[in-house]
């Protein structure tokens, strides 16, 4: 079983279509795929159709921006019923407040010395609701200010830089509860990249656990192979089932591809096994 249940298409911040990422993790070898694009459901129908096609099994997925303890947090939601209308009401409100969010991201560039970015940005968005970071991490890039997506995070755009704008989003039980509702798995994506202090990390993973949740991203593209082996630890302290995905946006833009990434350590119970 080659499982990626994370990445993105451009109904959310990634560059292909949700046909093209498919394709792609097909042929990277991807046997159980889930597209999960940020708080937005409009790519399942296009996803699953096209894995199915290919003969892929498929689950459908999300990724929800929460906020906890002032920091942004990401949800993975797996196996969801992409037509709940309490998670397509939850995430339509979670969406809301991007499009004035990004264009004070535009006024905080232009006093760096960016002008123009938000309208920069808005060129690569094709979800005019689901403009991100990213968008202005490519217009950046292209315009010749940053060297790469991940300079422009590092020196502009990642959390606390100077051109960080914050916003509060979901609650994460919200957030947990409309995947429930929606007869989903709430998984916690790539706990690494996530600067809370020891202290704070066993208040969120037992707030989780409180609300239901079971699984947490292991083996993911945004972590360090040093990450794998620290949270496939953190899922036997608590009991997680484990997930694994590249969390792919654009070649070039991550570490690694879809489909590509190493499997979970053997003793850890996989979060699909319970829709095989
Ligand atoms: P947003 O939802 O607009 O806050 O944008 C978040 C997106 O920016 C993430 O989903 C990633 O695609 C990207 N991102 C965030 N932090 C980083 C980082 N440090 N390096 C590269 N990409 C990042
Ligand atoms: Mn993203
Ligand atoms: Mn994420
Ligand atoms: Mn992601």
Redesign the pocket.
Known sequence: MNADLHC?STVS?GQFAPADVARRAHAGGVTLWALTD?DELGGQHEARSTAEALGMKYLSGVEI?VTWASR?VHIVGLGIDPTSSVLIDGLARTRSGRAARAEAIGEQLATLGVPNAYEGALKFVSNPDMI???HF?RFMVESGYCSS??DV?TRYL?DGKAGFVPHRWARLSNAVSWIQAAGGEAVIAHPGRYDYSPVEFDAFFAEFIDLGGKAIEVVTGSHTPDQYREYADVARRFGFEASRGSDF?APGEGRVDLGTLPPLPSDLKPVWERWL
Do not use: I, N, P
Request: avoid cysteine; glycine fraction near 8%; hydrophobic fraction near 15%.
């Open positions: 993105h911040d940020h921006s942004t991100s970071r990213t991490a997506t991940q995070f990642g946006h």
